[in-house]
Structures are given as structure tokens and as C-alpha cells.
């Protein structure tokens, strides 16, 4: 029986995140789930926001399903014991190098990014993020007295294994990757380029790559979206122009991720855990359930599954759209909603 730990967060983490589970009871009824205190959560119920009891039973578990974590009641906490750092020691404990971002502009639904509907038609992009090295995880670090530092910091390994499953997963779409870097500035750029170039050639030869500048690829990714299918980048640039490229489909709402490794996967929505509207049901749990279906695609091989859940979602989002979409549907009503085309 597949075992997934659930660390419903904060905010409205918990709220999106019980609606996940009733989805993965819908169409699981094998999956056993257990619940810990991670984030801010985990730092009131422990004083620590990613507390060893929670390590252990993550590191036993087949896959993990997160929330949303942070709020401001927590920004003035030491840094260690924010709920950020908590995440950061989270996805290292599991080492879950590879971060994948679906970003799609959902059939029917283009006249909700800010983009004109003929732009946004037919966009489909997966980000491949390298997720832990760069300036994140980069020593030294510090800040001292006036002045501060952090150091972005490669190895050719790092850059292969990520660079391997951009390539692999551009194969199972259009078979196209951008692998975006600040060569023309940054010798870790450099590196990072000349390693993606070398495993390409040597290993890739059927899937195109083409190399662009971050400051180009944020420009294009808002101006030409369609024009990319896979795009390979490190740890800052990937979450900067992951986090852009969320308002195409007209919602951080609707995104979800997984981080992949050698073991088990994280799941997440990509959006925070907006503590404005958290206990008034009306959040849009959409990317939760969306990182539910990737968690029974990557973590337990449940193929059709995954498409039954992403299909239902995408109805849902038709026929009950939630408040950020310019509907009325709250958590609840979504949610039955997608239950409902579930059959």
C-alpha cells in the first residue's frame, strides 16, 4: 500500500490540500495517508519548521503531498526557523534535484490570461529547474556588517543529471529544449551550457536545444510563449521565470510542480499560502489537485489515473470557475465539481 506524507503547510495550505486527498481517495482508494506539522505549522507545534520526527517519516514515505507554507507572523523568526528554510532543508533531505513546472494555457479557457487569446492559445511549457545548487544552497554565504554575499556554485555532475531530465521529458512531448543561463556574464554559465551542449551531443541528437540568455527568455516567455516546449535552466533563473510565466494561464492558481530525485517526489502548488483569504473557502484548490495527478504519474507509474484527474480539472475549471478566474466557485464547490467529473 503506497504510503504518502502530507504536510498541509499553512494559510490556505491545509485547505487545498485536503481537497487533493479527497481526489486521491476518488481514484486511489489504495493510498494511506499521514499528516505532519511542516512550515510555520511545524514550527508551533515543535519549534522547528522541518522537525526530525517529520525528516524520518518523509524519508519513509513513497511520495510527499505539501501545501502552502509561510505568513507574516513568521518573517520575524531567526532564519533557520522560518518556514522557507524549513522547505529548503526539506528538498535536500529528500534530494529531489529536478523541479518540474507545467505551465498550460487550458483549452477554452485563453481568455483568462493576460495575454491576447491568440497569443496564449496552445501554450505548454515545462520547466525542468535544477533545485539544489546554485546561489540557494551555494557556500560561503553570509551578510556582514555592510556588505553580504552568496555563491553560485555548479558542478558538471549537477548540470548533467538535470540536463538528462530536461532531455528525457522533452522526448515524451514536442522534443524541444531551451536550456537558458547567462553565458555571455557568468562562468558558471558557462558551464552550464558547455555541459548541456556536450550531453546533447553525445546522448540527445534527436532533440533540439537551443541555448538562450535568461534576460531574452523572460522577454520571449511573455512576448512568444508558444514558441518553447522545454526549458532547462538552474535554480534562481527557474524560479523567477517559472513564477512569470504562472500568470499566462491567468492564475497562480493553477500550477503545480513535482521535485524528483532518486527517491521518493514532492508535490506542491507553486502559489503561497495567501493568509488573506485562508479560512474563508474560497481558494482555488486546482493546483493542488493538478500536483496530485503529477504525484500518481512520477511517484507510483498511475498513468491513467493522472489524465482522469487532469481531464476532470480542466471541465471544473469550465463549468465552476473559482474566484481568481472571474467566477464564484468557492474550495468546496470546485472541488465537487471535479469529484463530480470524475464520475
Do not use: C
Amino acid at each position: 500500500m503506497p504510503q504518502i506524507v502530507v504536510l498541509p503547510g499553512d494559510g490556505i495550505g491545509p485547505e487545498v490540500t485536503r481537497a487533493a486527498i479527497e481526489v486521491l481517495q476518488k481514484v486511489s482508494s489504495d493510498l494511506e495517508f499521514s499528516e505532519y506539522a511542516f512550515g510555520g505549522a511545524g514550527f508551533e507545534k515543535y519549534g522547528d519548521p522541518f522537525a526530525p520526527e517529520v525528516e524520518a517519516a518523509v524519508l519513509g514515505a513513497d511520495a510527499v503531498l505539501l501545501g502552502a507554507i509561510g505568513g507574516p507572523q513568521f518573517e520575524g523568526l531567526p532564519k533557520p526557523q522560518r518556514p522557507e528554510a524549513g522547505l529548503l532543508r526539506l528538498r535536500k533531505a529528500m534530494g529531489v534535484y529536478a523541479n518540474l513546472r507545467p505551465v498550460k494555457v487550458f483549452p477554452g479557457l485563453e481568455h483568462l490570461s493576460p495575454l491576447r487569446p491568440e497569443k496564449a492559445a496552445g501554450v505548454d511549457i515545462l520547466f525542468v529547474r535544477e533545485l539544489l545548487g546554485g546561489l540557494y544552497f551555494g557556500q560561503p554565504r553570509a551578510w556582514e556588517g555592510d556588505m553580504a554575499y552568496n555563491t553560485m556554485r555548479y558542478t558538471t555532475p549537477e548540470v548533467q543529471r538535470i540536463s538528462k531530465v530536461a532531455f528525457e521529458a522533452a522526448r515524451g512531448r514536442r522534443n524541444r529544449v531551451t536550456s537558458v543561463d547567462k553565458a555571455n556574464v557568468l562562468e558558471v554559465s558557462e558551464l552550464w551550457r558547455k555541459t548541456a551542449q556536450d550531453l546533447h551531443d553525445s546522448s540527445y541528437p534527436d532533440v533540439t536545444l537551443n541555448h538562450e540568455l535568461v534576460d531574452s527568455a523572460a522577454m520571449l516567455i511573455v512576448s512568444d510563449p508558444s514558441r518553447y516546449d522545454v526549458i532547462l535552466t538552474e535554480n534562481l533563473f527557474g524560479d523567477i521565470l517559472s513564477d512569470l510565466s504562472a500568470v499566462l494561464p491567468g492564475s497562480l492558481g493553477l500550477l503545480p510542480s513535482a521535485s524528483l530525485g532518486d527517491g521518493a517526489g514532492l508535490y506542491e502548488p507553486i502559489h503561497g499560502s495567501a493568509p488573506d483569504i485562508a479560512g474563508k473557502g474560497i481558494a482555488n484548490p486546482a493546483a493542488a489537485i493538478l500536483s496530485a495527478a503529477m504525484l500518481l504519474r512520477h511517484s507510483l507509474g498511475r498513468e491513467n489515473e493522472a489524465a482522469r484527474v487532469e481531464s476532470a480539472v480542466s471541465l471544473a475549471l469550465k463549468s465552476h470557475p473559482t474566484r481568481d478566474l472571474g467566477g464564484t466557485a468557492g474550495t468546496q464547490e470546485f472541488l465537487d465539481a471535479v469529484l463530480e467529473h470524475l464520475g
